[in-house]
DNA sequence: GTTGTTCTCAACCTTTTGGTTGACAACTGG
DNA sequence: CCAGTTGTCAACCAAAAGGTTGAGAACAAC
């Protein structure tokens, strides 16, 4: 069930990681205040109202997915966003909604063409 | 946890359904194959080894996700691809590539005017 | 060096997720 | 009508997700 590589400490990722680490609305949140500037781990959770530790995790959970990396500064974290990882994901997207969209106009197509009554659909219905 | 309405019969949906949708890898082959043209639920099934249950299950994320519309075609349901929701994605994605890219090029534009030895990051550390 | 701040680790709990099997509804086709 | 196909519903289970609290490591600052 799952699909590549894992990575421990925060390099490009799997297509299922990106997806999932922001099916999370809190982490969606994250990465908009990230799209804005770099900030600490303290800063990216003082407008949660969950524990800091539960957002240290939801920040893993980003880093893992290659979405965002840590560097250290002193005694905190800042947090920065890899956005190209994003890219990952549109990439994906737009080939099946331009895949779809082709279908759809070869079908259109076909209708124009024929103007049969036939109730059976695109998929080779078998038996 | 959660964002907006839940719908029950597959309408448009939140954010986080359509990307947590997508984080599997079995529903993502099924958009996949859904990409190509509508298929029955059999037909979905068939390429994976997990039970045909499952898959339905499967395909009832993606309509309450509103990325699948079922269609009663006599005794079998014709699943059919809502490529359009897609856009959503997409959508929020790009928003947050480009704000960050725009937040980096101002941050470039910045260091180039004035080279200081500044240790501190781009949000404000406060004491 | 002691104190305070920032963050992570570890253990634990509850809910959700993805899978299973079994039963059965709905429709087809003899 | 009876048998077979197609898909869903229900109950159940193991593992993962998201949350909590309690310690404690690492560094800053006085």
Known sequence: MDDGMRNGTG???TLSQVFQALADPTRRDIVSR???GDATVGELAAP?????????KHIT????????????HGQRRLVH????????MTAWIERHQQRAEERLARLD????????DDDSAT???RT
């Open 11 to 13: 390099d490009a990722a």
């Open 34 to 36: 990230l799209a804005i």
């Open 48 to 56: 949660f109202d969950v524990s800091l530790q539960a957002v240290s």
């Open 61 to 72: 959970v980003l880093e893992q997915a290659g979405l965002v990396t840590k560097d250290k």
């Open 81 to 88: 966003l890899e956005a190209e990882v994003l890219g990952l």
């Open 109 to 116: 197509a076909l209708l124009a063409e024929m103007p049969h």
């Open 123 to 125: 998929a080779e219905p």
